[in-house]
T-cell receptor
C-alpha cells in the first residue's frame, strides 16, 4: 500500500528565505508526482507535475525534484514571500492506476 | 477556461435530509474525481469516472453515498440520508489522460450537517 509522508507538518519562516519541503513515498513504482498548494478555505491549485522519468520541474521560484528510487521528492521555494503562505500537498500516482495518493501536507507561513 | 465549477459552495442541512453536490469539469477532460477533505482524515478519494463511466467507487463510505455522471460536462454526488459525520469539504477534480492526467480541482463545497 502506497503511503505518502510530508515533513515538516508546519513551517514558519521570515520573508526572503529559501525553503525545502519534503515528500516521501513508500512504493517507488509511481507514474508521476504532483505538488499542490491549498489556501485556507479554497481548493487545490496544481503547482508542478513530475513524470517518473524526469528528475525535476521548474516554474518561476518553484523547483520540484524527484528521486524515484529513494522514494523522495522536494519542493524548493526560492526567496519566499508572504503570499507563499499556504498548505503544500504532494500526491503520487502509482503505475497502472489513475488515483492520486495524497500526503498530509506542510502548512507554511512566511512572515514579513 | 473557467476551471472546474462546483455548486453550491456552502450547504447547511439537517440530519436525514438529502444533499446533492454538483460539478462541471473542465471542457475536454475525460476523468472526473470526487474527494472529501476533513481535518482528521485529510483528502480521501471517493469515486472517479473515465469517459462518464464509474471506474472505482471503493472510497465511497457507505450506501448513503451515490454519484452519477450523465454526460461529459456534469456530475453529481448525492448523500441520502445525510448524517453529521458527513460534514466536510467535498472537492471535484478533472484531468485529461493525454496531459499525464494532471488533476485540476474545483473550489469545493463545504457541507455542514446539523
Amino acid at each position: 500500500k502506497q503511503e505518502v509522508t510530508q515533513i515538516p507538518a508546519a513551517l514558519s519562516v521570515p520573508e526572503g528565505e529559501n525553503l525545502v519541503l519534503n515528500c516521501s513515498f513508500t512504493d517507488s513504482a509511481i507514474y508521476n508526482l504532483q505538488w499542490f498548494r491549498q489556501d485556507p478555505g479554497k481548493g487545490l491549485t496544481s503547482l508542478l507535475l513530475i513524470q517518473s522519468s524526469q528528475r525535476e520541474q521548474t516554474s518561476g521560484r518553484l523547483n520540484a525534484s524527484l528521486d524515484k528510487s529513494s522514494g523522495r521528492s522536494t519542493l524548493y521555494i526560492a526567496a519566499s514571500q508572504p503570499g507563499d503562505s499556504a498548505t503544500y500537498l504532494c500526491a503520487v500516482r502509482r503505475d497502472n492506476t489513475d488515483k492520486l495518493i495524497f500526503g498530509t501536507g506542510t502548512r507554511l507561513q512566511v512572515f514579513p | 477556461d473557467a476551471g472546474v465549477i462546483q455548486s453550491p459552495r456552502h450547504e447547511v442541512t439537517e440530519m436525514g435530509q438529502e444533499v446533492t453536490l454538483r460539478c462541471k469539469p473542465i471542457s475536454g477532460h475525460d476523468y472526473l474525481f470526487w474527494y472529501r477533505q476533513t481535518m482528521m482524515r485529510g483528502l480521501e478519494l471517493l469515486i472517479y469516472f473515465n469517459n462518464n463511466v464509474p471506474i472505482d467507487d471503493s472510497g465511497m463510505p457507505e450506501d448513503r453515498f451515490s454519484a452519477k455522471m450523465p454526460n461529459a460536462s456534469f456530475s453529481t454526488l448525492k448523500i441520502q440520508p445525510s448524517e453529521p459525520r458527513d460534514s466536510a469539504v467535498y472537492f471535484c477534480a478533472s484531468s485529461f489522460r493525454q496531459v499525464w492526467n494532471e488533476q485540476f480541482f474545483g473550489p469545493g463545497t463545504r457541507l455542514t450537517v446539523l
